[in-house]
Nanobody
Framework: QVQLVESGGGLVQAGGSLRLFCAAS????????MGWFRQAPGKEREFVGA????????VYADSVKGRFTISRDNTKNTVYLQMNSLIPEDTAVYYC?????????????????WGRGTQVTVSS
């Protein structure tokens, strides 16, 4: 089992940056592929990006490609989401998710563990 806690959200102006953190419990963090998702009010949960267990492979949604960067530090049991050039459409609750797999996963039902989310609000 793994528990996930997101942090780093907040209010930022359009064009600004935020860095989100997802801290994981447990001693087997390096066995988990990690994903970031977001959900805006009235919308379905949306894939943002995912990173493989060792961080060698990363995939992004087209809507964030070139603006967002996912990384991880397995020594700190933490995955990061660096968000640059933020736009109001990025406003959502951001969630991290985990599954013990060598694959990169892009849809919510594929993940076993979820954090409670952190709010990101981008003002125009």
């Amino acid at each position: 089992q793994v528990q996930l806690v997101e942090s780093g959200g907040g209010l930022v102006q359009a064009g600004g940056s935020l860095r989100l953190f997802c801290a994981a419990s447990g001693r087997t963090f390096s066995q988990y592929a990690m994903g970031w998702f977001r959900q805006a009010p009235g919308k379905e949960r949306e894939f943002v990006g995912a990173i493989s267990r060792n961080g060698a492979r990363v995939v992004y949604a087209d809507s964030v490609k070139g603006r967002f960067t996912i990384s991880r530090d397995n020594t700190k049991n933490t995955v990061y989401l660096q968000m640059n050039s933020l736009i109001p459409e990025d406003t959502a609750v951001y969630y991290c998710a985990a599954r013990a797999t060598p694959l990169l996963l892009t849809i919510p039902p594929e993940y076993d563990y979820w954090g409670r989310g952190t709010q990101v609000t981008v003002s125009s």
